[in-house]
C-alpha cells in the first residue's frame, strides 16, 4: 500500500509542485489586495466590487481558457498563464486605481482558472481508475496547504510595500519549473455531453440552489474577510492567521461530514451543519460590539471554513443521486457554473451591508444565507425521498476554490465524448 502512495506521489509531484506555487501565490494576493485597499480608506463597496471581479474572470476561464489550452498546448498554455498572472501580480503596485484593478482581477482570475484546467487535466491523464481519488486527495492536500500557506505569508513584509505583491509573482513565477520541465505526456481535453441546468434544477433543485449557496458563502468570505478582521481591530497576523484557520478547517472536515452525509440524509446533514454554523455566527455577531477573544473567534472561524467548504462537495453528490453516470461531468460543470455566479454576488452584497451596517454585518449576512438555505433544504426533506442507500454515490471532496477538479472525480466517467442535450434518470422519483 505504501509502495502505490509511493508510485502515485512521483508520478505527479511536479504538477503538485506546480500547483502549490502557484496556489499560494494567488492566495497571498488574495490577501494583500483587500488589506491595502483597507489602508488606502477604500469604501468597503469598492472593495467588495474590487474582489469580486476576480470570481467573474474565474467563471469565464473555466470555461473558456480550454480554447486556449487547446490550441497551444497544455506546457505553453500554462506559461502564458502564469506570466500573466506573475505581470499581473506587479501591475497592482504600478497601477494603484479601483478602474485598473477591477480589469487585473478580471484577468487574474481567468488565468488561474485556465492554470488549474491545464493542471487537473494533466492529473486526471495521470491517473487510472483506481488511482484517481488517491490522486484528488493528495491535490486537495497540496491545494488547501499551499492556500493556508500563502495567507501567513501576509507577516513577511509591511502590507503597504510592494514586496508581498512581488512575492506573489514570484511563487506564480516559480510554478512554472515543475510544469515546463515536465516530461509527462499531453492531456486530452475531449468534449463532454451538454446538460442544461433547466434539467439539473429539475432533477436536484438542493444540489443547483446549494451551488449557489456555496459561491455566495465562499466568494463573501475569501473577498473581505481580511476587510472583516481589520476593522473589527485584529492585527495584520491575526487576520492571516483568522484566514488561514478557515482554510484549514475545510481541508480537516471534509471526510467526517462526508462520512455522515454517506450514512444519512446528505440534505439533513447539510441542513444541521448549516443550522448550527448559521446560528452560531449570528451570536458571534451580536458580540462584536463588546469584544470577542480571539480563541473563541478562531474556534468559530474553523468550524465555518468545514461547513462551508463542504457545501458545494456535498451539492455534487446530492446531484449526482439523481443522475446517470454518463452525464455527472456535464452537470458537474454546470453546477460550477451557477457557484461561480454566487461567487461574484457575494462580495458585491456583503460588501454593501458592511458599509451600511458596519463588520458585523458580515457575520449575519453569511448567516442568514446558511440559515435561509438550511430551511429550504428541510422543505425539500419533507417535499421528496432521498434515493436508497445502494443507489447513492459516495461523498467525494472537492476543493472549493478550483474551477475544474470535476475532471479528477472518481465517480465521473475518464472519457467522455460528445453528444446532444438528454434527459436525466429518475429525475421524477427523486426531485431533491
Request: charged share 15%; glycine share 10%.
Amino acid at each position: 500500500m505504501a509502495q502505490n502512495i509511493r508510485e502515485t506521489v512521483v508520478s505527479v509531484r511536479s504538477l503538485l509542485g506546480g500547483t502549490a506555487a502557484f496556489i499560494a501565490g494567488n492566495s497571498l494576493l488574495g490577501v494583500v489586495l483587500p488589506l491595502r485597499m483597507e489602508a488606502a480608506d477604500y469604501p468597503v463597496a469598492l472593495i467588495g466590487a474590487i474582489m469580486a471581479a476576480y470570481y467573474l474572470g474565474l467563471a469565464l476561464g473555466g470555461f473558456r481558457s480550454k480554447i486556449v489550452i487547446l490550441r497551444i498546448g497544455h506546457i505553453r498554455a500554462f506559461s502564458v498563464f502564469a506570466a500573466l498572472t506573475a505581470a499581473t501580480c506587479l501591475a497592482y503596485d504600478t497601477f494603484f486605481s479601483p478602474t485598473a484593478w477591477v480589469i487585473l482581477r478580471v484577468i487574474n482570475g481567468f488565468c488561474i482558472a485556465g492554470m488549474t484546467t491545464a493542471v487537473e487535466s494533466w492529473l486526471n491523464e495521470r491517473s487510472s481508475n483506481e488511482t484517481r481519488g488517491r490522486v484528488l486527495g493528495f491535490y486537495m492536500l497540496a491545494f488547501y496547504l499551499a492556500m493556508a500557506l500563502g495567507q501567513t505569508l501576509v507577516n513577511v513584509a509591511p502590507v503597504g510595500d510592494g514586496d508581498l505583491l512581488d512575492l506573489s509573482a514570484v511563487l506564480i513565477g516559480l510554478s512554472l519549473i515543475p510544469i515546463a520541465m515536465t516530461r509527462l505526456g499531453k492531456p486530452d481535453l475531449r468534449e463532454i455531453r451538454v446538460l442544461r441546468v433547466k434539467e439539473i434544477f429539475a432533477a436536484s433543485k438542493v444540489g443547483v440552489v446549494g451551488a449557489g449557496v456555496a459561491g455566495i458563502l465562499i466568494g463573501s468570505f475569501y473577498g473581505l474577510a481580511a476587510v472583516f478582521a481589520r476593522q473589527i481591530g485584529l492585527s495584520v497576523s491575526e487576520t492571516a492567521m483568522f484566514m488561514s484557520v478557515v482554510v484549514l478547517g475545510g481541508l480537516a472536515f471534509q471526510v467526517p461530514i462526508g462520512m455522515l452525509a454517506d450514512r444519512f440524509d446528505r440534505r439533513i446533514v447539510m441542513a444541521g451543519i448549516l443550522l448550527a454554523v448559521g446560528t452560531s455566527w449570528g451570536l458571534l455577531s451580536l458580540s462584536i460590539a463588546s469584544g470577542v477573544s480571539l480563541v473563541v473567534l478562531m474556534v468559530m472561524a474553523l468550524a465555518f471554513g468545514g461547513a462551508i467548504s463542504s457545501v458545494y462537495p456535498l451539492c455534487v453528490a446530492q446531484t449526482f443521486d439523481r443522475l446517470d453516470r454518463k452525464y455527472y461531468v456535464a452537470a458537474s460543470g454546470r453546477l460550477l457554473m451557477v457557484y461561480s455566479i454566487g461567487a461574484t454576488i457575494g462580495p458585491l452584497l456583503t460588501s454593501g451591508l458592511m458599509a451600511i451596517f458596519g463588520p458585523g454585518s458580515f457575520f449575519v449576512f453569511e448567516s442568514v444565507i446558511a440559515v435561509v438555505y438550511a430551511i429550504f433544504v428541510l422543505f425539500r426533506v419533507r417535499a421528496a425521498q432521498q434515493p436508497a442507500p445502494d443507489a447513492r454515490e459516495k461523498f467525494v471532496p472537492l476543493p472549493d476554490s478550483s474551477p475544474a477538479a470535476l475532471v479528477l472525480d472518481p465517480r465521473t466517467e475518464p472519457e467522455t465524448t460528445s453528444f446532444g442535450p438528454a434527459p436525466v434518470a429518475e429525475a421524477d422519483d427523486y426531485p431533491a
